[in-house]
């Protein structure tokens, strides 16, 4: 059973178009979390979610917007999308308000032609 | 800023030898945690240190933390040709709901 499973794993799509990407996790955990992984492998955190309470990393555009429909779910929407959102999107999950281990997904590959 | 730096920035050994990596960072911590990353997936939890703790051990893995020098090691023994990957350091600062803030990785190649 996959813990933390994103769809899709790979995302071709042109300048200007909206796109989301889907997580799901199924460890019960309470925070959820979107990272960006960049073509060096960096990773910055974008947003955390726990018990309804957003948290937005203030460098991200507003562009990008996380859903939660659930607590096993949190889900990525990206509007007009731009070049430099090129990039890798990692979908984490954790218990114990964050302050244990994160739990992985795959990752998402986004690529903006 | 970058709050975790590894160093250094990539480490070939051959197989059987250990594999030190060492990362720093800039603020207070809650924890420090170190991932691995296969190529192509996401990262994997290897091990988490507390701030009042020196040191942990996981298997093959030895992990130390000196919060006056603000730095971590982390050494895996008996290394494995599996154990080539990315290694990152990654730090709690504030709240779990922060989430965490990570190094650059060091990138370990295991020569058979």
């Known amino acids: 059973d996959t813990a933390v499973s994103q769809t899709p794993k790979y995302l071709v799509t042109q300048m200007g178009n909206d796109k989301s990407i889907k997580c799901e996790q199924n460890l019960g955990h309470d925070t959820m979390y979107w990272y960006k992984q960049d073509s060096k492998k960096f990773l910055k955190i974008m947003f955390s979610?726990?018990?309804?309470?957003?948290?937005i990393n203030e460098t991200v555009p507003n562009r990008f917007s996380p859903k939660s429909p659930d607590k096993a779910h949190l889900n990525l929407h990206i509007n007009s999308l731009e070049l430099g959102d090129s990039a890798v999107y990692f979908c984490a999950s954790s218990q114990v308000a964050g302050l244990g281990p994160q739990h992985f997904g795959d990752g998402t590959r986004l690529s903006i032609l | 800023s970058q709050q975790g730096e590894e160093d250094p920035q990539a480490l070939s050994i051959q197989e059987g030898e250990n594999a030190t990596m060492n990362c720093s960072y800039k603020t207070s911590i809650n924890n420090l945690q170190w991932y691995r990353q296969n190529s192509g997936r996401g990262l994997v939890h290897l091990i988490l240190?507390?701030?009042?703790?020196r040191e942990k051990h996981s298997g093959r893995l030895r992990v130390t933390l000196d919060t006056s020098k603000k730095s971590s090691s982390l050494l895996i023994t008996a290394s494995r040709a599996a154990d080539t990957a990315s290694y990152f350091c990654?730090?709690?600062?504030?709240?779990?709901?922060?989430?965490?803030?990570f190094g650059k990785g060091t990138h370990l190649i295991i020569q058979p």
């Open positions: 240190i507390r701030s009042n703790e």
């Open positions: 990654a730090t709690l600062t504030g709240g779990g709901a922060d989430g965490l803030t």
């Open positions: 979610y726990n018990n309804k309470e957003l948290i």
